[in-house]
């Protein structure tokens, strides 16, 4: 009983933090979440995935709406990512049983690693980027929903909401301010987490109930941490977020020592 009240502290706590981090960042959360279910939880890797789209289903609903309440989500063209990134959930949850669980964990992060370097020795300045949102014309129509199909994959193979991915393209790509492209990628996040969680289930990877138990100090920290990204600068956001990736990523790449001290227990998985 104690170790489950214990396991269930770290849950309900580190859930806390990474919605923090997904509000402030425009992010699901599962950079922070898929550590937190491997590393301290001790789930096996495949189930930590799906279990993090779980929780990121909250923060992305909570967030949306505080940047929404602020002008800063465009859903024309989140309504288009969203599109493609379920139809490219199925394809991640198809293609995750067939990757091996350490080729999975050090995919995840390099991929890392190469967003957080992008971010922090190319990321644009405040001027680079749109001040008005862009016309969605048929090139960007087409451009986005190869995105969205791209984002799905990754998010549902990976874990991620697919922030870390959509916050750069958005900003990068498609010249989105850092603001915009936070609020219009957590709108995409949250029915992209939910395809990916449950076409998961179908394989017995997503534990539902301790998703919702991380997710659910999501709906406050998320729009918590929205809140204090609309008030910052947006360079600084991009050199943060790019910070908080490279630091992530060096925890996943520790080495194979320290997995085996968080080996999962057996029976871990959701049902």
Known sequence: MAGDRRELAIAVGGGFVASLAAGLFGVGGGVLLVPLLVLALRRPQHVAH???LVAILF????GTVRFAFDGAVLFSAAAVLAVGGIAGAQVGARLLPRVPEARLRRA???????????????GPSAAAVTAAAPALDAWRLVAYLGVGVT???????????GG???????ALGFGLDQ?????????????TALAGAVAHQRRGYTDWALGSWMGATGLVGGSLGASVALGLAPDLLTRLFGGLLAAVAGLMLRPRRVRRRAAPRRG???R
């Open 164 to 170: 870390v991915l959509l916050v750069p393209v958005l």
């Open 151 to 161: 984002v799905g994959v990754l998010s549902s193979l990976l874990g991620l909401g």
């Open 59 to 62: 923060t992305a609903v909570s």
């Open 108 to 122: 995840f992060a390099l991929l890392l690693v190469v967003i957080a370097a992008r971010l922090l020795l190319g």
């Open 179 to 191: 603001h915009t492209a936070e609020g219009t990628s957590l709108a995409v996040i949250a029915p």
């Open 50 to 52: 799906a279990t993090s």
């Open 268 to 270: 871990s998985r959701g």
